[in-house]
């Protein structure tokens, strides 16, 4: 039986690299990666073509006989201008859909972000759920706001399976997560790749779901992507912290104390 193609656009970006090994690799998996990017890397473990989503006709071609499509590629950073999130996120995420639809692709999983709730988090109201209406903190947080209703459209109009993630903050390096909301929103690599495999293959047809680790402080709702996709974090930023820390304070292996100096033989010691 043949195994079912997934597309990866953004491949060299922000959640590449560890998170794109460990999907390729997992056993769960049963799939195979097909990575793009407009600026390929040529030094990547595996290889990855070069592909503008903003290119339709090259994209749909792209996208025949493909089963789903995880599109991670577009502008990734808050302060981004209108511009770059206009035609990287917005037109970016149009072509991909219009070309999956084209193409007769299965389903399309988006890389949204938590800054379209971000207004939210500025003013500390939490917890927050999916169902709440938008309040983007930025341009880049309307942009992915626009991002999650083009594939609402997508699914309604012509009934293709879309589901968003709000991914909160993606690095293998849990250490540059400097403050409580960074913690609270980081996502470890392996948490990312399991999420993007089980929104790969759940049954599900369309839906918008939180993707965090299980940071004890987290003030966005999981339910739903515990519920609808499987999903099962398995790390958090707290123990990451406490697995170094521990690791920094072992002693080094094969290094003894200095022995202590012998008294006087004959002294006897003071009395109290």
Not at 163 to 190: F, H, K, N, Q
Not at 208 to 233: A, E, F, I, K, Q
Request: hydrophobic share 40%; charged share 30%.
């Amino acid at each position: 039986m043949t195994r079912p193609t997934v597309l990866v656009t953004g491949a060299a970006g922000t959640i590449g690299g560890d998170v794109l090994r460990l999907l390729r690799d997992d056993p769960e998996a049963g799939f195979d990666l097909v990575l793009t990017d407009a600026d390929p890397d040529e030094g990547a473990d595996s290889p990855v073509r070069g592909l503008d989503v903003r290119d339709l006709d090259a994209t749909t071609r792209a996208l025949e006989g493909v089963d789903t499509v995880i599109h991670l590629a577009g502008a990734a950073s808050p302060e981004a201008s209108w511009e770059e999130v206009l035609d990287l996120n917005v037109v970016g995420t149009r072509t991909v859909l219009e070309a999956a639809h084209r193409a007769g692709v299965r389903r399309v999983v988006l890389a949204s972000s938590n800054h379209v709730m971000g207004m939210y988090d500025r003013e500390r109201a939490w917890p927050v759920y999916t169902h709440q209406p938008v309040r983007p903190d930025s341009l880049y947080g309307v942009s992915k706001a626009m991002v999650e209703v083009l594939g609402r459209y997508y699914h309604d109009e012509h009934g293709l399976d879309v589901l968003a993630l709000r991914i909160g903050w993606e690095s293998g390096d849990w250490g540059a997560a400097d403050d409580e909301l960074t913690r609270a929103m980081w996502v470890s690599p392996r948490d990312m790749a399991q999420v993007l495999r089980r929104a790969v293959q759940a049954k599900v047809r369309y839906g918008v779901y939180y993707v965090v680790s299980d940071n004890p402080t987290r003030p966005w709702d999981l339910t739903n992507t515990m519920v609808d996709l499987g999903y099962r974090p398995q790390d958090s930023w707290q123990e990451a912290a406490g697995e170094e820390e521990a690791a920094g304070e072992e002693e080094p292996a094969g290094e003894e104390e200095p022995a202590g100096e012998e008294e006087p033989a004959g002294e006897d010691q003071p009395k109290g």
